[in-house]
């Protein structure tokens, strides 16, 4: 009943608020004490967030960051009332001015959402009804939450999409959202959400589907709205290079906790929880070649109740954080963190950046040249049948060192994942010559000789699907060897699969186990040590991190270097992460639509590059160095080193 | 024996891998309908042990329910029970035959068709599209007609019927699993087209083929027994189900049973098999969605 009188917005202040508690501050939410379950097949109740405590500002942004699977979505959309099916908060408040959120019926928070309260979603095409025009969408939206229609509605449509800068917006109005990009899609999503003036906008990922110039788009764009209309923005990202440059506080999740929290540029520089500091040494900088340190292991499925969640893959962890579970502990104003050692460790987890050793062996022999270890001559890559041809990668042409690592960057359709594909034979629709060791390779996978076959191996993108998931690794693995290794003779193959697995830092254990069991970091090891079963001389990744969360992406990295430096394997490394090319990669070739702009050692391309796109690919994606510099990347500036 | 896993963390809870049929038997329909499609089975192929003689068994024609003709006798005082009793097996055994004809004649065509692609693919697919747009009761009555009437006949139309169905519907799957990397990692490795579709294709096409066969069986049950019941299918004296339907119904009125018993025969059968394929498809589109594998 209560409910009804808080939404007029009246003085009224319920029956919910505790004395002593002051709600009278300028924050727009205050979520305290949030803790969400799921329902369990047992009748239990598995708990996935625990003790949430977070303050949303009008005009500022909190950065929610944490692995996949750490709680962070279910938090901040159960902080606005919304529970996933089967899910229960199971205590906390969340005041949004002296309404408690956790206690309105669900009628009443539908009148909220969409209205006072918006949200946006990683996939804006999932968001949109395929069935109803755009125009459809905003009536829906302006008549429920602001009584408005007719003209006055139609108007305010223009408004928005002029605000989001949406090109032709009085035509975007009679289009349905599949005719729409991606980027335009979130735009109108970003419209949708501002329509009603929000005072809570919660952002889960908008931006991660969008290719990076799209994605800086959308992110100044955001940026200007949250500006003008001061609503108070939660943004959950994975991101924290992105994370850092668009919040003014981040708060870090792991295993439904909020580990720590604390303005941007203090605790990327100085990180009170271990956590805190193992995910910000996982993130590359395209600034400069850094070591950069995966966390192994997954994180934990729920809330650990007698001991600290992180204690099995923390290096500081001692004896009672395996039997003590940590309060939040406030270190100085401001800056707080779950830790018991939080005082013991306090700057020993500073972030010192460590510009990076690591050579690959070709650039280590630098000087007296290996020779044209690959050449790829005037190769066009066609797609499509005879009638429809389309050329996706037109007249390229480079050469690569043994023992090489040859970065590729690009947006999507620029095609590089065609390069590779073409390369490998299993796209034999090109023409020009790639040839290997002076000797031109068949346009055919299956027409090339076995052991030229066995020199290049490809790794994918996504990881789940590159294993048939009616095989267990072992059969997998086993395929390669089978085919590609005359010296292990047949009764020895599983020992050298797990010879291989031991390689990839898989245990034995794994062996029988099927796809589906392992998590994606362990798929793509599996996928790994698939293509090195063949011993290649070439090793081609087509976005192997890309897939996966920025801890478990550091690992892969760590280990690819590993294996091809100590193999003398040549790389060629597909990716649209700048920073992660930079981290791998001796030299660099920059495409887009087809062709190549500018190609150079990483050093030159990405800190004096030439060619206007690829300074507009660097200054258009956020790098944590820049933040930790206190430096602003303008867009087409070439960003300082 | 322990798990080791990197770093010694904690492992998460993953799915584990799960039988198909364990999952399905945990739907209720699935457990309904393997539970009634076996007791089917076992009556279709036990029940002539228990049922009196067909051929002995005779009495005055079309009476009602007595103390020696339980369910009554047919028109030719044929005991209704023993003939339904040792009729049962060509309305299963035949649609099974064909439908798994079918689907080895189909699926074939269907996996060959999305693997190579271009013109094979056009012909195949534009041969199917041509067999679906003839009504399958004119199918069945010129072949019929043309090679007079036997069981073999009968399952070879059945089978044609039912073919393109089932093509079409591994062709799809089939499409769609061969865009995996996993086959492109086949085809980087210069595997051979046989090795390619037994190792990588076939195996992760069967699900839903598996429960497409499960309905095409149940409509082949009740195709087969509609051709009986015309005259087109089994021929007398054999006491099919759909044939005893077609003979009786004359006597519904009289010896109610003689139609309805074999008519509840091929309902329970068909629906048994339809909620099994229901439990299936339902236990599969689970299956995209939590990635969970299925043997």
């Given at each position: 009943?209560?409910?009804?009188?808080?939404?007029?917005?009246?003085?009224?202040?319920?029956?919910?608020?505790?004395?002593?508690?002051?709600?009278?501050?300028?924050?727009?939410?205050?979520?305290?004490?949030?803790?969400?379950?799921?329902?369990?097949?047992?009748?239990?109740?598995?708990?996935?967030?625990?003790?949430?405590?977070?303050?949303?500002?009008?005009?500022?942004?909190?950065?929610?960051?944490?692995?996949?699977?750490?709680?962070?979505?279910?938090?901040?959309?159960?902080?606005?009332?919304?529970?996933?099916?089967?899910?229960?908060?199971?205590?906390?408040?969340?005041?949004?001015?002296?309404?408690?959120?956790?206690?309105?019926?669900?009628?009443?928070?539908?009148?909220?959402?969409?209205?006072?309260?918006?949200?946006?979603?990683?996939?804006?095409?999932?968001?949109?009804?395929?069935?109803?025009?755009?125009?459809?969408?905003?009536?829906?939206?302006?008549?429920?939450?602001?009584?408005?229609?007719?003209?006055?509605?139609?108007?305010?449509?223009?408004?928005?999409?002029?605000?989001?800068?949406?090109?032709?917006?009085?035509?975007?109005?009679?289009?349905?959202?599949?005719?729409?990009?991606?980027?335009?899609?979130?735009?109108?999503?970003?419209?949708?959400?501002?329509?009603?003036?929000?005072?809570?906008?919660?952002?889960?990922?908008?931006?991660?589907?969008?290719?990076?110039?799209?994605?800086?788009?959308?992110?100044?764009?955001?940026?200007?709205?949250?500006?003008?209309?001061?609503?108070?923005?939660?943004?959950?990202?994975?991101?924290?290079a992105l994370l850092s440059t668009v919040s003014q506080d981040i708060a870090v999740m792991y295993a439904g906790e909020m580990v720590e929290r604390g303005p941007v540029k203090e605790l990327i520089a100085e990180p009170l929880h271990p956590y805190t500091n193992a995910l910000l040494r996982a993130v590359p900088s395209a600034r400069a070649r850094q070591t950069i340190a995966g966390i192994a292991g997954e994180p934990p499925v729920s809330v650990a109740a007698d001991h600290c969640a992180f204690a099995p893959r923390c290096p500081h962890a001692q004896e009672r954080c395996r039997t003590e579970h940590p309060d939040s502990r406030e270190l100085r104003p401001g800056r707080s963190a779950r830790c018991l050692r939080v005082e013991e460790l306090h700057g020993a987890l500073r972030i010192v950046v460590t510009h990076d050793g690591y050579e690959s062996p070709a650039a280590a022999a630098a000087g007296e040249s290996t020779g044209h270890f690959l050449e790829v001559k005037d190769i066009s890559c066609y797609y499509g049948s005879r009638h429809k041809r389309v050329a996706a990668v037109r007249d390229v042409s480079f050469t690569l060192g043994e023992a090489e690592v040859l970065g590729i960057v690009g947006l999507s359709g620029s095609g590089k994942s065609t390069l590779l594909r073409s390369i490998v034979g299993i796209l034999p629709d090109y023409t020009g010559t790639v040839s290997l060791r002076g000797q031109e390779l068949a346009r055919n996978a299956r027409k090339r000789p076995r052991a030229l076959r066995r020199q290049v191996q490809i790794v994918f993108q996504d990881p789940a699907s590159s294993l048939n998931p009616r095989h267990t690794v072992e059969q997998i693995i086993a395929r390669a060897v089978h085919l590609f290794r005359e010296d292990v003779a047949r009764g020895k193959t599983s020992e050298a699969v797990a010879e291989l697995l031991e390689g990839v830092k898989l245990s034995r254990s794994f062996l029988g186990r099927y796809p589906s069991e392992l998590s994606g970091g362990q798929q793509q090891r599996v996928a790994i040590a698939r293509a090195f079963a063949a011993r290649p001389s070439l090793l081609l990744c087509d976005e192997v991190t890309s897939a996966l969360d920025v801890s478990v992406a550091a690992t892969i990295i760590e280990l690819l270097r590993d294996l091809t430096s100590s193999s003398a394997t040549a790389v060629l490394f597909v990716s649209h992460d700048l920073a992660v090319v930079r981290t791998i990669a001796d030299r660099a070739i920059v495409m887009r639509d087809g062709l190549i702009c500018e190609q150079g050692s990483t050093e030159q391309l990405f800190c004096a590059p030439e060619h206007p796109y690829t300074v507009e690919l660097l200054s258009s994606i956020p790098d944590i160095a820049d933040v930790r510099a206190g430096r602003t990347v303008e867009a087409g500036v070439a960003p300082v080193c | 024996m322990s798990t080791v896993n990197e770093a010694g963390s904690a492992p998460a809870v993953r799915q584990k891998r799960q039988s198909l049929w364990v999952a399905v038997l945990h739907t209720g329909e699935g457990m309904i309908g393997v539970t009634l499609g076996i007791g089917m089975v076992l009556l279709i192929i036990l029940g002539r042990f228990f049922g009196p003689s067909t051929d002995y068994n005779v009495g005055l024609p079309g009476s009602g329910s007595s103390a020696e003709h339980w369910f009554g006798t047919d028109t030719l005082g044929r005991d209704i029970l023993s003939r339904f009793l040792h009729g049962g097996d060509t309305v299963l055994l035949i649609p099974l035959i064909a439908v798994t004809l079918a689907l080895i004649i189909g699926g074939t065509l269907g996996l060959f068709g999305a693997y190579w692609g271009g013109w094979p693919d056009v012909v195949i697919s534009k041969v199917f599209d041509v067999i679906l747009t003839l009504p399958p009761l004119l199918i069945v009555l010129v072949i019929i007609g043309g090679l007079g009437a036997s069981n073999t006949v009968l399952i070879i139309t059945v089978a044609l019927v039912y073919a393109p169905g089932l093509g079409r519907v591994v062709r799809g799957t089939a499409q769609s699993v061969m865009v995996n990397p996993y086959v492109l990692s086949a085809q980087a490795r210069g595997e051979s087209d046989l090795a390619i579709i037994f190792r990588e294709v076939l195996p992760n096409v069967s699900g839903p083929v598996l429960a497409e066969f499960g309905l095409r069986l149940t409509y082949a049950i009740l195709f087969v027994a509609t051709l009986s019941f015309l005259g087109l299918g089994v021929q007398p004296p054999a006491p099919d189900w759909g044939l005893m339907v077609a003979e009786n119904r004359g006597l519904i009125t009289v010896a109610p049973w003689g139609t309805m018993l074999p008519a509840l025969g091929i309902t329970l059968l068909a629906v048994a098999f339809n909620l099994t394929a229901d439990a299936i498809s339902r236990v599969l589109a689970g299956d995209e969605l939590s990635r969970l594998a299925v043997i």
């Open positions: 009943m209560s409910t009804a009188v808080m939404k007029n917005g009246s003085a009224c202040r319920g029956g919910t608020s505790e004395p002593g508690v002051s709600v009278t501050d300028a924050a727009a939410l205050v979520v305290e004490g949030l803790s969400v379950g799921y329902h369990q097949k047992d009748g239990g109740v598995l708990c996935v967030a625990h003790d949430v405590d977070l303050r949303l500002y009008p005009g500022k942004v909190v950065g929610l960051a944490g692995e996949s699977g750490c709680g962070k979505s279910t938090a901040a959309l159960a902080a606005v009332g919304y529970r996933h099916p089967g899910g229960v908060i199971m205590s906390g408040r969340s005041l949004l001015g002296d309404t408690d959120l956790l206690q309105m019926d669900p009628a009443d928070l539908r009148r909220l959402w969409g209205g006072q309260v918006a949200y946006i979603s990683q996939n804006a095409a999932t968001s949109l009804n395929p069935a109803l025009t755009i125009g459809r969408h905003f009536d829906e939206v302006l008549r429920r939450h602001a009584d408005m229609h007719g003209a006055a509605a139609a108007a305010r449509q223009l408004e928005l999409l002029g605000a989001v800068k949406l090109p032709d917006p009085k035509g975007a109005l009679d289009r349905y959202p599949h005719q729409l990009s991606g980027g335009q899609q979130q735009r109108v999503a970003l419209a949708l959400a501002f329509a009603c003036k929000p005072s809570v906008l919660i952002l889960d990922e908008p931006t991660t589907g969008l290719d990076v110039t799209t994605q800086t788009h959308i992110t100044a764009l955001l940026q200007e709205l949250i500006a003008e209309t001061q609503v108070a923005v939660m943004y959950v990202s994975h991101d924290l | -």
